[in-house]
Nanobody, 122 residues
């Protein structure tokens, strides 16, 4: 069992920046960030594999950067040029095995954090 704990959410004005962190209790092959707003399905934001290859949703490309400190087992999401439509609950996810991480599918991840709220005001 892997525990994931997110931190770093909060409120920011449009155009601002924020960094989310996710501390994992054990090593996992692939980690990702998802987000969800009320009434909508959880959507993939970005994922990173062990070899540091990454993938991003089109809506965040060029603005968000996912990274991972393997030694500390911490996942990051640097979010720049934030927009009101980025407002959501952000979740960290992880899976121990190898998956087609570029698909950003919720069903392929075994472990989830409790979520951290990000609110972007216009």
């Amino acid at each position: 069992q892997v525990q994931l704990v997110e931190s770093g959410g909060g409120s920011v004005q449009a155009g601002g920046s924020m960094r989310l962190s996710c501390a994992a209790s054990a090593y996992t092959h692939c980690m990702a960030w998802f987000r969800q707003t009320p009434g909508k399905e959880r959507e993939g934001v970005a994922a990173i594999a062990t070899d540091a290859t990454t993938t991003y949703a089109d809506s965040v490309k060029g603005r968000f950067t996912i990274s991972k400190d393997n030694a500390k087992k911490i996942l990051y999401l640097q979010m720049n040029s934030l927009k009101p439509e980025d407002t959501a609950m952000y979740y960290c996810a992880a899976v121990e095995g190898r998956i087609p991480y570029w698909r950003l599918k919720t069903g392929e991840y075994d472990y989830w954090g409790q979520g951290t709220q990000v609110t972007v005001s216009s």
